[in-house]
């Protein structure tokens, strides 16, 4: 196991030894939940910014799809037809 040494501000030391004592467990046991902790927070934010991003992403796509369809469509109820329609594909209104 290594053994690395590191500086704290003064005064920090004593508080993990404080927080170490409440908990119950050693000054290198409670170092180690603690870096657990934070990494795993770090690993926590990283993937919802990438969510946030990949949102915004999706939202970008849709707003130019919107922006391609011509006046007057209902995009939803082209969904619907989509979804409702048979294996095979979608007649026009006109062919039903």
């Known amino acids: 196991m290594a053994k690395p040494t590191i500086s704290l501000p003064d005064g920090m030391l004593d508080e993990v030894d404080r927080r170490a004592a409440a908990a119950g467990v050693s000054r ?7 870096i657990a902790r934070y990494g795993a ?6 993937e919802q910014d990438a969510r946030a991003r ?4 999706a939202m ?6 919107a922006e391609r369809m011509p006046p007057g469509v209902d995009g939803t ?3 619907r037809r ?10 026009d ?4």
């Open 54 to 57: 990949r949102i915004g992403d």
């Open 28 to 34: 290198s046991a409670f170092i180690q939940e603690a």
């Open 41 to 46: 927070d770090l690993d926590a934010e990283r």
């Open 93 to 96: 209104e006109d062919e039903r």
């Open 77 to 79: 109820a082209l969904i």
């Open 60 to 65: 970008r796509e849709i707003r130019e799809i």
């Open 82 to 91: 989509f979804r409702d329609a048979p294996l095979g594909g979608i007649a």
